[in-house]
C-alpha cells in the first residue's frame, strides 16, 4: 500500500541530507520520506570518496545553522593564483577581503558523515520523518505533494543531459606530499593542459589535495605511471615553490563537463544541487552552489507545510517563486565557471596572454578582485 508525505527527496547526498535537514529544523512536523541510496552505517561511507572538496565561507555559515561543520577542515587565509610559463599572478588574501577565512577544505567523506549525524540530530524530534535506506532494499511505493530530485551524480554518469559542455577533460585527484608547506595557503596554477590546484589537507603537516585537470587521455596516463614518474610530471607542471614533491596518493579521475537544467521545476517536481547543475571543479562552486539550493528550497517548502494538504496549485507556485529565486545566483556562478574552465584550458597563446592580464588585472585592481571573491565566497543573493 502506498504511503502518503508532503515532501519526498530522493537523494541522500550532501545536498539531499542538508535540504532534510534544514526542512525539519524549520518544521519538525512535516511528513518527510528520504530516499537514501547510500549505505546505513557510516563506516562504509568513511571508506569512499575522499576527494578534497572547498566549502565557502557562505557555506560555513549555513552548515553551522544545523551543527554539520565537518571536523577537522583546514582554512584557507590565502591563494596563489597563476599560470605556467607565462607572466600574470594574483594573490588573494583574507585581510584585504575582510573575512575570517576565504574558504575551507574537507573531504567529500566527511562532509557526508557531518550531514548525517546533523540530520539523525533533528530526526530525533521529528515524528513524521522517514530515513529509508534504499541500498539492497526496494523502494517504497508513495505519493507526495512534492517531489524534491537530489541525485547529484558525476558528469556522463547522468542518466539526463540538457544544456551544457563536455571540456574534455578530466580531473586527476589525490592527496600529495611536499617538501615544504605555506599553511592556510591555497594554489591554484593554470597550465597549457588545465588548471592544477594544491589546497590545504588535515591529513598530515606536508599534505596537500591534489586536482589536476587535463585531457582524459593525459589523465588516464598519469592515473598508471608509477610514483616516481607521476611526481616528476607534477613537478615540471607546477615548479619548485613548495620544493620537491615527495609522495603521492589515492589517485581517481573524474570527467569533466557542465551539465544543466534551464527549468529547475516542473509540477510538482523541483531539482536541486548537481541533479539541478553539475559544474567544472576550476573554482571550486559545485557544492557551495548546491547547498544554497538546499537552504532556499527548505526555507520556502517549510513555510508552505506548516499548514498539511496543500493543494496543487500552492505547491507549484512555490516552486516556481522558488526557482525565480534561484535564477541569478545560479546564472552567475554556472557562467563565471564555464568561462573559467573555457579560458584557463585553452593553449592559444593569445588566450594565455589574456589570462596573464586579467590575473595581473585581478592583482592591480582590488574591486575586480573583491567582487570575484564575494561572489565565490557567497554567491549572487
Ligand atoms: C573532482 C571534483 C572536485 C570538486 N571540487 C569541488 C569543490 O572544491 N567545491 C565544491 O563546492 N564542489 C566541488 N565539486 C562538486 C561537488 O562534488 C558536487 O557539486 C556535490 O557533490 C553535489 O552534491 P549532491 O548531493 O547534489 O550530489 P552527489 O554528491 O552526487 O550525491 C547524490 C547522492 O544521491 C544518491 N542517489 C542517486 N540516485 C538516487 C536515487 N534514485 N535514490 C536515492 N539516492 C540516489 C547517490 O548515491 C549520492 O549519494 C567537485 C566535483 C568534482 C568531480
Not at 517548502?301 to 507556485?317: G, I, P, R, T, Y
Not at 545560479?330 to 596572454?353: K, Y
Request: charged share 20%; hydrophobic share 40%.
Amino acid at each position: 500500500m502506498s504511503k502518503s508525505y508532503s515532501v519526498v527527496i530522493q537523494g541522500g547526498g550532501p545536498v539531499g541530507l542538508a535540504c532534510a535537514a534544514w526542512l525539519l529544523q524549520k518544521n519538525s512536523g512535516l511528513s518527510l520520506l528520504l530516499l537514501d541510496r547510500n549505505p546505513a552505517d557510516d563506516a562504509d561511507i568513511q571508506a569512499g570518496d575522499g576527494r578534497g572538496i572547498a566549502l565557502s565561507h557562505g557555506s560555513k555559515l549555513l552548515l553551522d545553522t544545523i551543527h554539520a561543520w565537518p571536523d577537522h577542515c583546514p582554512a584557507i587565509h590565502q591563494i596563489h593564483v597563476s599560470q605556467a610559463g607565462q607572466f600574470g599572478r594574483a594573490l588573494m588574501t583574507r585581510e584585504e577581503l575582510k573575512q575570517e577565512a576565504l574558504g575551507h577544505i574537507s573531504r567529500y567523506t566527511d562532509i557526508h558523515i557531518a550531514l548525517r549525524k546533523a540530520l539523525r540530530f533533528v530526526q530525533k524530534n521529528s515524528p513524521y520523518f522517514v530515513w529509508h535506506h534504499t541500498h539492497g532494499d526496494s523502494v517504497p511505493i508513495f505519493e507526495t505533494d512534492c517531489l524534491v530530485h537530489a541525485e547529484g551524480g558525476l558528469f556522463k554518469d547522468q542518466d539526463w543531459i540538457e544544456s551544457g559542455r563536455d571540456y574534455q577533460q578530466s580531473a586527476l585527484v589525490g592527496t600529495v606530499n611536499v617538501e615544504k608547506i605555506i599553511p592556510y595557503q591555497a594554489w591554484e596554477r593554470f597550465t597549457d593542459e588545465g588548471p592544477l590546484a594544491l589546497l590545504p589537507s588535515h591529513q598530515g603537516p606536508n599534505i596537500l589535495n591534489l586536482v589536476w585537470c587535463a585531457s582524459p587521455h593525459s589523465s588516464q596516463r598519469r592515473l598508471d605511471l608509477n610514483e616516481t614518474e607521476f611526481l616528476r610530471e607534477l613537478q615540471s607542471a607546477f615548479g619548485y615553490r613548495l620544493g620537491t614533491f615527495t609522495a603521492i596518493a589515492n589517485r581517481r579521475l573524474y570527467d569533466l563537463g557542465l551539465n544543466y537544467r534551464k527549468q529547475v521545476c516542473e509540477g510538482h517536481a523541483v531539482w536541486i544541487g548537481n541533479a539541478a547543475q553539475t559544474l567544472h571543479p576550476v573554482a571550486g562552486q559545485g557544492l557551495n552552489l548546491g547547498l544554497r539550493d538546499a537552504y532556499l528550497l527548505a526555507e520556502k517548502l517549510a513555510c508552505l507545510f506548516k499548514v498539511n494538504n496543500q493543494s496543487q496549485h500552492q505547491v507549484q507556485k512555490s516552486l516556481q517563486e522558488y526557482a525565480k529565486s534561484r535564477e541569478i545566483d545560479r546564472r552567475a556562478t554556472i557562467g563565471i565557471t564555464d568561462f573559467l574552465a573555457r579560458v584557463f584550458i585553452s593553449p592559444l597563446l593569445p588566450v594565455r596572454l589574456s589570462r596573464g592580464f586579467a590575473l595581473t588585472a585581478l592583482q592591480w585592481v582590488p574591486p575586480l578582485k573583491t567582487a570575484l571573491a564575494r561572489q565565490m565566497m557567497f554567491g549572487r543573493r
